[in-house]
């Protein structure tokens, strides 16, 4: 009987000790609860990698002139792990003060922590549309990070040789000419394939090829797409149509290719002539080879036949939240400091010179915006060539785990392309019941 | 009994709570999560047992399931298969044995993360130049069909495990008598039948042991899996692992990834304790 004892006391010193140790956790995270002006503590939790380094250097910048602000970083790079580190992050009780959410699914998501920032200066400032992704009930819960956009990239050197002129390719039956036009000369240019088509990224196919097709259906509005109880794919034989054409003619076997052989490996060299990537490549290439990504690579449109065959997509791969729930002293820091980055001089010039963002804002010198990619991205956009993103507004998981598997099954002749339709069109509704 | 000692259990209290903070009290939360809605951010309440009855129609879930099985029981024959050669060639009499058993060790100490990023560039780039150089078509496109990315698996688990289940067989091999094996030569008796009678029902708990690490393994295989083929072609080299990862974290749906892991873990341990007691009889007393 004894030993019963025992182990019913060392079970209540053990419920005891962990209590314990949760509650150890759930202190404030500030680490003091003074609502003294002078001193505050901002911990910025972002997934943009590429930038992290020019990040930081401006966030010291921004402490040394305000005094008593104190700004943490912590950069989670990747879409889903972004996601995976945040949650765990706001589980553990160490709550940061400004985060990131992607779009209309993020916002429902995270709704109980989203601040409204109609307040701001920046949110007056950010250009038309790019607001859609987090507007709520007349609420802004988000500030836009940059805009991104993306086509077809190709290596103008190739072009030139094969006697292709770029500007003549407007339309899905010119494309394809002029694909033609470089697979007869494939020895002479000394290419492999004409495109890498990275089937086994199904962020490229499943999110970003699919968006071009998908988005007329919404009218290039992601939160038509996100309240869409169903999918039509009214121009599915046009998406078809082009991902057959990069498909036969890619380097293969096409699902087993990833980014960076599609980017480095491939492109890069030389090896294909053309990629279906967006301006956040520019970085890839260049450690590769710099000359070549700032002279040689231009960017063609995605021919969307039956909409729109001349333009490319572009749009906001991520917003800036701030978390409500916090000490408003913290809320009132946090909008101050993203106003400061986004609308004050020295803040703007950071973002366009060491971010090298596309500015989803008004009120920047955008013949300051540096590399080629870029630079065709911001053009497009002032002619209005553009198709809305709405991949963010799609069912959780489907873009990539439902459709760009499926399209991974169809290059493999392991399902029709009706099937495809059929079955991608179902596992939408089913999300969306 | 011992048990009724206060400082017995004194002793055993650091490991006890250690295993009930990082095992026990996860295990329980988690069953109780699997009854909710819980999406990682915040939950309606309790649904009962749906999520229990939605994972046995879930074809991805059974599809990765069944991969799983299959790779579990190629990649235990292989792995002990490869392991007990190795112990018994290093245990042999032949010159440099501590060297060679270094080398086979070797690949244990290398991360399954990289290593599925080595072996990924191995069976896509030198495999497709090999065929290409000697016109083998075999060679080529590997990990892009499902049953290249299988053996493209096996092949990589069974040489970053065989090393270690190696050391496992030496132990066990170096305690088994000389005197036996002298005798059993005097008498006549054949390598093979040496091996046979003598050594296999000595080593048998060595079986044992080896037997239930490369089941536990290959069943909870994930890094490997995610830097190797990362599930692809079409989610047709998905394992059960990565299936619930995928689950919570894309798809969102953190308490049905529960009920699946619950029910995961449950097939698991059936299969280990199965497995461990029919070993266990086969093992010799001296």
């Known amino acids: ?433 | 009994m011992r048990t009724k000692d206060i400082s017995y259990w004194l002793f055993l209290a650091p490991a006890l709570l250690a295993l009930s903070l990082v095992v026990i009290v996860p295990l329980a939360m988690g069953i109780y999560y699997s009854f909710t809605d819980w999406n990682g951010i915040d939950s309606s309440g309790f649904i009962g047992f749906q999520n229990y009855i939605d994972l046995f129609k879930d074809k991805a879930f059974m599809d990765a399931l069944w991969f799983t099985v299959k790779f579990a029981i190629v990649s235990i024959i292989l792995i002990n298969f490869f392991g007990f050669s190795l112990a018994l060639i290093v245990t042999s009499k032949i010159k440099s044995s501590k060297f060679l058993r270094t080398i086979f060790f070797m690949p244990n100490l290398i991360g399954g993360l990289i290593l599925g990023f080595i072996w990924q560039f191995i069976f896509t780039e030198i495999f497709s130049s090999i065929g290409e150089m000697f016109g083998i078509e075999n060679l080529q496109g590997w990990l892009s069909t499902t049953n290249t990315g299988f053996w493209g698996l096996v092949i990589l688990m069974s040489w970053q495990m065989s090393g270690y289940i190696m050391i496992i067989y030496i132990a066990y091999l170096e305690s088994v008598p000389g005197e036996l094996l002298e005798a059993a030569q005097i008498d006549g008796a054949s390598p093979f039948q040496r091996l046979r009678y003598i050594i296999l029902p000595l080593v048998a708990p060595a079986f044992t042991v080896s037997m239930f690490l490369t089941l536990s393994n290959s069943f909870k295989l994930y890094d490997q899996n995610l830097s190797l083929t990362g599930g692809g072609p079409f989610d047709s080299t998905q394992m059960v692992a990565m299936e619930i990862f995928k689950t919570a974290f894309s798809a969102n749906q953190m308490a049905y990834a529960q009920a699946k892991a619950v029910v995961f873990f449950i097939i698991v341990a059936a299969i280990s304790l199965t497995q461990v007691y029919f070993n266990k009889k086969k093992e010799v007393e001296m």
């Open chain 1, 1 to 433: 009987m004894k030993s019963k004892k025992v182990l019913l006391s060392l079970i209540s010193i053990l419920v005891i000790f962990s209590v314990f140790l949760a509650g150890c956790n759930s202190k404030d995270s500030n680490g003091s609860n003074k609502s003294d002006k002078k001193d505050v503590t901002l911990d910025i939790f972002q997934f943009k990698v590429e930038f992290k380094k020019q990040f930081e250097d401006v966030v010291k910048k921004y402490e040394a002139e305000n005094p008593g602000v104190h700004i943490n970083i912590t950069t989670v790079g990747g879409g889903q792990d972004y996601g995976v580190a945040l949650k765990s992050k706001f589980a553990s009780g160490k709550e940061p003060a400004i985060f990131n959410v992607g779009g209309p699914q993020d916002v429902a998501d995270w709704n109980k922590k989203l601040a409204d920032m109609s307040d701001t200066k920046a949110s007056k400032a950010a250009l038309e549309g790019t607001l859609d992704g987090v507007t709520k009930d007349g609420e802004i819960l988000g500030l836009p990070y940059n805009q991104e956009g993306y086509g077809l990239i190709y290596n103008k050197k190739l072009f030139e040789q094969a006697g292709i002129d770029p500007a003549s390719i407007k339309d899905f039956a010119s494309l394809e000419a002029a694909v033609k036009t470089l697979d007869e000369q494939k020895d002479k240019l000394k290419i492999k394939a004409v495109f890498a088509l990275p089937a086994k990224e199904t962020w490229v196919t499943g999110l970003h090829l699919s968006n071009a097709f998908i988005a007329p259906e919404f009218d290039g509005n992601v939160l038509k797409a996100f309240d869409a109880k169903k999918v039509d794919f009214k121009y599915g034989d046009a998406m078809k149509k082009f991902l057959d054409l990069q498909n036969k003619y890619s380097a293969q076997p096409t699902v087993s290719l990833d980014y960076s052989q599609q980017v480095e490996k491939l492109f890069s060299t030389g090896s294909v002539a053309i990629i279906e990537q967006g301006n956040w490549v520019y970085g890839s290439i260049a450690g590769v080879d710099q000359d070549f990504a700032d002279n040689n690579i231009g960017l063609l449109p995605i021919p969307v036949e039956g909409y729109k065959e001349d333009s490319i997509p572009v749009g906001v791969p991520m917003y800036w939240a701030v978390n409500k729930t916090l000490d408003k002293n913290v809320v009132a820091e946090s909008k101050k400091f993203l106003d400061w980055l986004y609308t004050s001089d020295e803040g703007k010039k950071t973002v366009l010179e060491d971010f090298k963002f596309i500015p989803a804002y008004e009120g920047y010198d955008t013949s300051k915006i540096s590399d080629p990619l870029s630079k065709a991205i911001y053009q497009y956009a002032q002619d209005k060539k553009t198709i809305g993103w709405t991949f963010m507004g799609y069912p959780s998981g489907w873009g990539m785990d439902k459709l760009g598997v499926n399209i991974q099954k169809y290059l493999s002749n392991k399902m029709s392309w009706e099937d495809l339709v059929k079955e991608s069109q179902k596992s939408w509704e089913d999300a969306r019941k």
